[in-house]
């Protein structure tokens, strides 16, 4: 007898630590670019877990590549070579240009990672431990303490304390802020190509080309975040690529394994020489052969369907369509973004409110920020997809 979702929500609420104010929805499977609940209500998915199922809900050839590791090797530790790590670690490195791969079970152990790197590189030219990173105000970098202390946002930041000392902030987008932060004891500068959770801000091009001369000059690594806006999401198959910074070390996650919790930090040539060393890093469940026959299979089809290409040209069409709900309602100031990573900014409407009332017309989106309706759908998704959701967001706009 199938349960139904209230005994589904209040089971949860007894079992489950409650971190989150979940929606009253209980999903049950996905298809394409649609989710249903347990219902049998269909939602045109616009969030994508996070900006996570890049490929939508069981993509041709996905599921079985799983289904196959399975049947071969879910663990081994890395005591021991495996080949999904190895296949998935240079299709990593051929994308990126980079020069190693060190996998992890999430974006923001990617993040703790990218922090010990920069520490350790410059621990290794001069012997001391009182080295400094800059951070972005308003960034996301994830939950863990190190993650957190890197956090541009006191509200996330302020029940644990004290967290990782060492950590100096300075404005995004702003080059001079960013000058005023750097001492002799800076080793890392860390941002997000596209900031996210802090409202949709991409960097200019002035901005982070300013950073990567500081950090060459001066020998200090550059961290680039690139766990929610990589992985082709902003037409680029990483959003640093069409800027034309490489960073000197990138964490990426999130798409990475489109629905397998996987992430990875990546080091340029210089950072992979001078930094971390056997000993001072690792991880039990990191290049799992599982995950990474996931992360491997990933590649392969955004390679051969031409993910990224398909994402610049629908991204242009969403771009406009979006573009046109800031003319047409006063509520609606601006849109931020590149490719199918977009934001409006909503004035006198809560953005809470929107996204029940999106939930209501059967549309999942997400909020960026505290005015930011945040749109981050599969990278699969048609212009059909986005007229049904401009569709249905329209009327989560006209509703009282």
């Known amino acids: 007898m199938k349960e139904n979702k209230e005994t589904i929500i209040e089971q949860a ?25 347990t219902d049998g209500k269909k939602y045109l998915d616009f969030a994508a877990g996070i900006a996570v199922q890049g490929l939508g809900y069981h993509y041709p050839g996905y599921d079985e590549a799983l289904k196959a590791q399975i049947d071969k090797l879910l663990h081994t530790s890395n005591l021991y070579y495996n080949t999904p790590a190895m296949e998935a670690a240079s299709k990593i490195v051929k994308a990126s240009g980079m020069s190693k791969v ?10 703790e990672g990218a922090l010990k790197t920069a520490r350790k590189y410059a621990y290794r030219k001069d012997g001391r431990n009182d080295h400094e990173i800059i951070a972005m105000n308003h960034s996301f970098h994830g939950r863990s303490m190190g993650a957190l202390s890197v956090t541009g946002n006191e509200k996330y930041q302020a029940p644990f304390r004290p967290l990782i000392g060492g950590i100096r902030f300075a404005d995004y987008n702003d080059l001079e802020s960013v000058k005023a932060q750097i001492t ?20 200019t091009e002035e901005f982070l080309k300013g950073i990567k001369a500081i950090c060459e000059e001066r020998d200090i690594l550059l961290i680039l975040d690139e766990i929610q806006c990589g992985m082709g999401r902003s ?7 069409e800027y034309g910074v490489k960073p000197d070390v990138m964490t990426c996650a999130k798409a990475l394994g489109c629905g397998v919790p996987v992430g990875a930090f990546v080091l340029g040539e210089k950072a992979a020489l001078g930094s971390l060393e056997p000993g001072d890093h690792g991880t039990t469940y990191g290049g799992n052969p599982f995950a990474c026959a996931a ?16 994402v610049r040209q629908i991204g242009g069409y969403l771009e406009k369509k979006l573009d046109e709900l800031v003319e047409k309602y006063e509520c609606i100031e601006t849109r931020r973004g590149k490719g199918l990573i977009q934001g409006l900014v909503i004035s ?12 209501e017309e059967g ?3 997400i909020t960026a920020g505290s005015n930011v309706m945040r749109f981050v759908p599969p990278l699969i998704i048609t212009k059909e997809h986005v007229d049904e959701m ?4 329209e009327r989560a706009l006209k509703a009282d």
């Open 390 to 393: 401009i569709e249905k967001f």
């Open 235 to 241: 037409g680029s198959m990483f959003a640093w690529q």
């Open 13 to 37: 609420e007894q079992a489950v630590l409650h971190t989150y104010n979940r929606y009253p929805v209980v999903l049950e499977r996905g298809e394409g670019v649609y989710l249903y609940d």
């Open 348 to 359: 006198n409407r809560p953005v809470g409110e929107l996204v029940v009332k999106s939930l």
């Open 184 to 203: 002799d004891r800076t080793c890392g500068i860390i941002l997000e190509t596209i900031q996210g959770e802090g409202g949709i801000y991409p960097a």
């Open 295 to 310: 992360v491997s299979k990933v590649f392969d089809i955004f390679e051969e369907q031409k993910i990224v290409d398909h």
């Open 102 to 111: 060190f996998f992890t079970n999430s974006g923001t152990e990617a993040i």
């Open 363 to 365: 549309l999942l989106v």
